[in-house]
């Protein structure tokens, strides 16, 4: 499998060296060999790397893998800049972002269908050695989400590891040719390939083997080996940074490698090489944790402390976070920042007050403006204030008496009627001068409002700090088996939630 843009041959999925680069790469030659059309609606997490600007069909580069809203996984040697078209003082061996799109959501890589979606950021594995092709992975960050299905890495846990052993049967899917230096194919196709063990790939890539001058050696700490040794199964030209996929016994897949190189496509006694996944697992994780954000943290804290607080962190609070963030989960910043007596006091106390003065939660538009207005300066008070003399108090209760008010509040507070020195005080209190506004506010701040709406309120200011919407009565019902951490992390991670960001 030589790289996609690689001229003719034995080798595929290699990356060619700098000094091997050709000034115009001849055309693209790929295809999964001894397999069939995929079925109808599967694997959808295979996605295709696309040259910006031309056809599907012409500028189709390599395979790729979606692993969420935002990050996209292929091979390294998928970004080299082979026509050396780029700087290297700017990106150093590698195309920039603008050179490629990710075209996700589609079995057909002819016609229009799927998502076609430009590169934001490529980050190809500091250990990715072109020579030799360890550690031959690239993530790559998308300018705005995409809705495909996504696939879960292996992971290093115990009950993880076998699903790659050896003997397991994986599926590879791709566009890539059918035949060494065949034509691509424009229907997604796959084939099942066994994982072979280590013993079996070392003696088929020992030590100091090439082809054509290229080094195919089997490096076991990061890389697995798949296919039947008798031949006629394999993955092959353009198929370079695909899946290899395995099915856990919940039946939920992971991906466990992705095309890295071999001699020729489907030959006896050669298998397929594939990045192995469980070596670089951390580093893909820890590079695509903060969604659509790049992973140095600093934007994302930076995002979480003006939709939370208002403003953007001083130097210190964004070192310091930055920081933190090296050693904790992502959702942490959030979580903090959420249940901050700050975000209380604003999303919180204005979540209350529309609940106690009005029965219903707030509408997004209303919450979005107090908040703003709270930010701004407004008192809780004021804005209580400007609640009991509004249109829609006054269309749903009345003119009420003092009495009547205190009757009427206890109601929609507390769920009952008041106790008589409860009322006898607070109609004391509004005929002394007390602004009902500050009666409505005191009564939704009491400790026993509070407990009484916690969850609503909790899941209400978290999803409005993060998606900036009131959820729906069937997404706050949704949310509530969730403790706080996993809410985060289902939002954070959402669509709707990259949606809101683009570049």
Known sequence: MLPLLASAAVVVGLAVPASARAADPPPVQTHIVGGSVAPAGSYGWTAALIRRGASRTAGFRCGAVVLSRSWVLTAGHCAIDYDNAYPDSVYGNYVAPSFLDVLASTQQLSGTSGQLVHVAKIYVHPSYNVATSDYDVALLRLARPISAEEIAVIGTTAS???LDDAGTTAIVSGWGTTSSGG???????????PIQSNTTCGNAYYPGFTADGEVLEYHASNMICAGPLGGGKDSCQGDSGGPLAVQAPDSSWRVVG???FGLGCARPGYPGVYQRLTATSPWIANTRRFGPFNPDGSAYVVQQYRDFVGRSPNSTELSSWVTKLRSTPAATLITSLQASP??????????????????????????????????????????????????????????????????????NVF????????????????NGGTGRGRALYEWSNSSEYRRKTDTPVRIITTRFGLLRAVPSPGEITASEPLNQRSLVDTLRTSYRYAARFNG
């Open 258 to 260: 992705t095309v890295s």
């Open 415 to 430: 769920g009952r009627e008041p106790d008589p020195s409860g009322r006898a005080y607070w109609v004391n209190k509004l």
């Open 183 to 193: 034509s691509i194919s424009t229907l997604l196709r796959s084939v099942g390939v």
């Open 342 to 411: 700050a975000w209380d006091a604003n999303a919180g106390m204005n979540t209350r007050l529309y609940r106690a003065a009005f029965l219903r939660n707030p509408d997004t538009s209303g919450l979005d403006f107090w908040v703003r207005k709270r930010w701004a300066g407004t008192s809780p008070v004021w804005i209580a204030n400007y609640f009991t003399a509004s249109s829609e108090f006054d269309r749903r209760y009345g003119s009420l008496s003092n009495d009547q008010f205190v009757t009427q509040i206890y109601q």
């Open 160 to 162: 993880e590891l076998p």
